[in-house]
């Protein structure tokens, strides 16, 4: 995998191709296009990006946002209370975050409103949550972010802060299932996201893109650790473990003809599955894929290659 450009214009040319695209198409998908480019750029497939963007603009049906009108300042703890997790409020939300962004360094922005909307990182499956880790790392990774970049930091809080809904209280079941928290919030997550890679490595569950939020969304956690205080990093955890049992409450998990239990089954090395992934193109392939490479660097167990090749199994022959 190569890039002819950098990284930075990768991001910011795809961020211009998306000007003005919808949060959500369908009857409740979301638009992972921002994530999916950073994700391309990120690994190398910048000469990608900008064909990938537009075949999924032609794909996606994309929603326009509700228009809002009402101003948000953020400063009012009852006004912003109010308005957390109303999606007619997306677009005020985002002024909102743009008008702060502009005015503070972005990190004490994203600091000051890490508490106020972790609780809440569970609507439509985490994916504000994801976006905003995205964005991110957009920034984190350039030199000098541009405004683009700023802005879509804006889109992944506001998003996250319109959809706010508090993370289902998970079954015991569910949680005995997946790791506490130990004295390394670093070595944990990578306990957890073992842990639920190797869960839907064995169970194959169908529909096959909803539980690979489990695996997603913890993963993403660990790209904003570097930049939260140690004292946020449990709670943190605890919030993330807590999301990921849910899912595995909510959805089906009894999938049938799991690649992993053939006999003799090894799966392919994750630059292979992200290659092919990358070939195949789905979001959630590539997003998984990625993730998946990215926290077997750290802990290289074949479960994390096994969940990244039955996604991509599954979305070849089911398309869900």
């Avoid at 990768?10 to 296009?33: I, K, M, Q, S, Y």
């Avoid at 994750?270 to 077997?296: P, S």
């Amino acid at each position: 995998m190569s890039g002819t450009i950098s990284y930075g214009d990768t991001v910011n040319d795809a961020l211009d191709r998306l000007r003005g695209v919808g949060f959500e198409f369908g009857p409740g998908f979301v638009n992972h296009a921002p994530m999916v480019a950073e994700t391309l750029a990120t690994v190398g497939c910048r000469d990608l990006v900008a064909t990938w963007v537009e075949r999924n603009k032609r794909l996606r049906a994309y929603l326009d946002p509700p228009e809002g009108g009402t101003p948000l300042s953020g400063d009012d703890p009852v006004e912003w209370r109010a308005a957390l997790g109303d999606f007619r409020r997306v677009l005020d939300w985002v002024a909102m975050f743009e008008a702060r962004l502009s005015h503070r360094p972005w990190p004490d922005v994203l600091l000051e409103w890490w508490p106020r909307l972790l609780p809440g990182m569970y609507g439509m499956l985490t994916h504000g949550f994801i976006r905003t880790a995205h964005a991110v790392r957009s920034l984190e990774a350039t030199e000098e972010p541009g405004p683009l970049q700023l802005r879509e930091l804006a889109q992944g809080l506001g998003y996250w802060a319109a959809r706010h809904t508090p993370v289902p209280a998970a079954s015991e079941r569910s949680l005995r299932l997946l790791p506490p928290a130990c004295e390394d919030i670093g070595l944990s997550l990578s306990a957890l996201t073992v842990t639920t890679a190797g869960l839907y490595a064995e169970r194959a569950p169908r529909p096959s893109v909803p539980l690979v939020h489990s695996v997603t969304a913890p993963a993403a956690l660990r790209l904003f650790l570097p930049l939260l205080p140690a004292d946020l990093h449990r709670p943190a955890y605890d919030t993330l473990r807590q999301a990921a049992a849910a899912m595995w409450d909510v959805f089906p998990n009894g999938g049938v003809d799991a690649p992993a239990s053939a006999p003799g089954y090894e799966p392919p090395s994750t630059e292979r599955i992200l290659v092919d992934a990358v070939d195949f193109g789905d979001e959630h392939t590539i997003k998984l894929a990625e993730a998946c490479k990215r926290e077997y660097a750290l802990l290289p167990d074949p479960r994390y290659r096994a969940a990244a090749d039955t996604l991509l199994r599954r979305m070849k022959t089911d398309g869900f």
